[in-house]
Each structure stands twice: as C-alpha cells, then as structure tokens.
C-alpha cells in the first residue's frame, strides 16, 4: 500500500502563507491525478485542489487565487501552496492519488489565526 506523508501545516497569521508537502512511497504521483483535500472541525472533508497526470488543475472557488497545486515526479511529491491565508483556511490538510482514493496519510494541521 501507498504510504502519503504530509507535512508542512502550523500556525501562522491571516495574510500569511505556508507551503504543504504531500510525499509519496512509490511513483503513484506520476500515474495518477492527486488531489489536497481539508477537513475542518464538524465538518466534512473536501476536495480544495488536484493536479491531473497532464498537470492541468483546478480549485474549489473558495482558494482560486489564492492556492496553488503542483507535483516533482522525481521527488514522488505533491506540493500545495497557499497564500493569502483566512481563519476559515484552518484545518487539517490531507492528500490522496486518486487511483487508490481512500488511501489517506495522517494529515498537517493548519491554522489560521492572529
């Protein structure tokens, strides 16, 4: 099974920015779309960003502008960068390959707040 470790969430402030890092076991990344999903508390998990095998993305409207996807197939890692950072950005950020969905890491816990 593909391990995912995610890392790169902490505190910072509203404006702020942080970069995740998604890393892979095997070379998934380079066989399947990946997408960073985010769970806040009470609420249920959701999709904020995936990047096809063709490197096309798309965002939930709620970060366009402000996230970027992108993956280093040699390096076997997703990164996901944000910017312009809100309160309502703060959860806990996870990533999947979406030909073995379901299979999640342990997430990075991002919070936003002054």
């Known amino acids: 099974q593909v391990q995912l470790v995610e890392s790169g969430g902490g505190l910072v402030q509203p404006g702020g920015s942080l970069r995740l890092s998604c890393a892979a076991s095997?070379?998934?990344?380079?066989?399947?779309?990946v997408g960073w999903y985010r769970q806040a508390p009470g609420k249920q998990r959701e999709l904020v960003a995936r990047?096809?095998?063709?490197?096309?993305?798309d965002y939930a409207d709620s970060v366009k502008g402000r996230f970027t996807i992108s993956r280093d197939t040699t390096k076997n890692t997703v990164y996901l960068q944000m910017s312009s950072l809100k309160p309502e950005d703060t959860a806990v950020y996870y990533c999947t390959a979406f030909l073995t969905f379901g299979n999640w890491g342990q997430g990075t816990q991002v919070t936003v707040s002054s």
């Open positions: 990047i096809t095998t063709g490197g096309d993305t």
């Open positions: 095997t070379t998934i990344f380079s066989r399947s779309a």
